[in-house]
């Protein structure tokens, strides 16, 4: 599959390194588990986001804007890395924050929000949970115009077909990477949210015919609501790259079991995820998604779903500046639901 075709801006050297965690596997009892290391991507300071952004910000300036406008829950990496690419291209960039929990939007919290503010983005609109984020964003698009500026809305998550192709990207780094190092993966472990990256990810496999299977774990849905997601997502990419294919609904795979209470908001099986991995192998996870993702492939394994000799790759999509914001949870000095 040939990406050249499409625009890039490069913002990371080379590929994230792909681990075994030795340690952390042994803890577990299996399967053996290895880790792709996408919170290692440039930006600041990387995660998945950093991928699709530079296929979005690429087509950006094709377009001849100079401000990026996105949005994002009130500690979104997205934003945070959105602004970061702005920066690096002598860009603005503007914010429409979801307050998804009532009053969760503290200006002057930590962790994304304090990098927000030291980064200088130009402007945030805070609008409600349920608000229709297209339309506020498609506002501060009107407004920039009336200034003669022009905008660009990058999606939230950045997650339409050019944003998933760096995921079929990141796809093509792994199989490489796999015949590098002989690696072989039974199966991997994938958050899902905007779902670019689950998605992505899923149209980069079949395209370039890598089989294995991927485990998403939702991040905000059961099943029933993501895997449409993705599916959608994986076709749109798919459709993109002219694959002429169509993406079997079967390929969709989520558990909802790890996401609750609600979208961000810590349980007690994300404290044991984050400890675990900071305690066996120093990788920092973060509260909102890796945490919940990884406390997903623990419980499988528990559960029996992998086999002890499997080998499992976990996909690290970053998100470590919000731990800062959650420091008392995540040290286990709150009482949490299970
Ligand atoms: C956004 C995000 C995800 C979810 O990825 P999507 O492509 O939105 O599904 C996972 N982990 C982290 C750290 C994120 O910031």
Known sequence: MDLSRFPRRRYTHGATPLEFLPNFSKAL??????IKRDDMLGLTPGGNKTRKLEFLVADALAQGADTLITCGAPQSNHCRATLSASIKEGMKCRFVIEERVPNSYKPDASGNNFLFRLMGVEAITVVPAGSNMLEAMQKVAAD??????????????????????????????????????????DKIVVGSGSSGTHGGLLAGFMGNH??????????????????????????????????NMTIPREAVLSFGDWWRP?????????????????RTEAILLDPVYTGKIMAGLIGL???????????????????APSLHAYEAEVLGLTELTA
């Not at 294995?212 to 749109?236: C, T, Y």
Request: proline share 5%; aromatic share 8%.
């Open 29 to 34: 009892g299996g399967p053996k588990v290895w």
């Open 301 to 319: 394994a528990r559960k029996g779903y992998f086999k002890r000799d499997e080998n499992v790759l976990f996909i690290h999509t970053g998100g």
């Open 210 to 243: 890598i089989n294995i299977p991927l485990v998403g774990i939702g991040v905000s849905r059961d099943p029933a609501d993501q895997d449409p997601l993705v599916h959608k997502e994986a076709q749109a990419v798919a459709d993109l790259l002219g694959l």
């Open 262 to 278: 609600k979208y961000s908001v810590p349980n007690q099986a994300m404290v044991e995820a984050v400890q675990m991995l900071a």
């Open 144 to 185: 920039l115009a009336k200034e003669g500026r022009k905008g660009y809305i990058v999606p939230g998550g950045g997650s339409n077909a050019i944003g998933g192709l760096g995921y079929v990207a990141c796809a093509q780094e792994l199989q490489q990477q796999f015949f590098e190092q002989g690696v072989q993966i």
